[in-house]
């Protein structure tokens, strides 16, 4: 049975960081695509970043460029997405997915691409 859990959510002020953990169980990060998405009140649910153990390819939206960070330790089944300077707009849920292709760059922040979600951590970014 493929699942996937999110951690490591939780309230932080202005600045701080956070690492979200992303654990997979029945199926290989090999073989997988990871992206993370956030969905705050009131919006649409957004791409933020996607890694691919297939290809090696990383994708980041330009709205976390530079702030965040995707790691895979494929012998943990595990993603990470360390998040530097958090700033009260990255206030959202946060939910990782697993695609069986390689989405490339044009599909990576496309919520269609992927086929299994976790049920998302909360991240709240306030003073």
């Known amino acids: 049975q493929v699942q996937l859990a999110e951690s490591g959510g939780g309230l932080v002020q202005p600045g701080g960081s956070l690492r979200l953990s992303c654990a997979a169980s029945?199926?290989?990060?090999?073989?997988?695509?990871i992206g993370w998405f956030r969905q705050a009140p009131g919006k649409e649910r957004e791409g933020v970043a996607c890694?691919?153990?297939?290809?090696?390819?990383?994708y980041y939206a330009d709205s976390v460029k530079g702030r965040f960070t995707l790691s895979s330790h494929n012998a943990k089944n595990t993603v990470y997405l360390q998040m530097n300077s958090l700033q009260p707009e990255d206030t959202a849920v946060y939910y990782c997915?697993?695609?069986?292709?390689?989405?490339?760059?044009?599909?990576?922040?496309?919520?269609?691409?992927?086929?299994?979600w976790g049920q998302g951590t909360q991240v709240t970014v306030s003073s």
């Open positions: 997915a697993a695609s069986s292709s390689a989405p490339g760059p044009l599909y990576y922040n496309d919520p269609r691409t992927y086929d299994y």
């Open positions: 029945g199926f290989s990060l090999d073989y997988y695509a």
């Open positions: 890694i691919s153990s297939s290809d090696g390819s990383v």
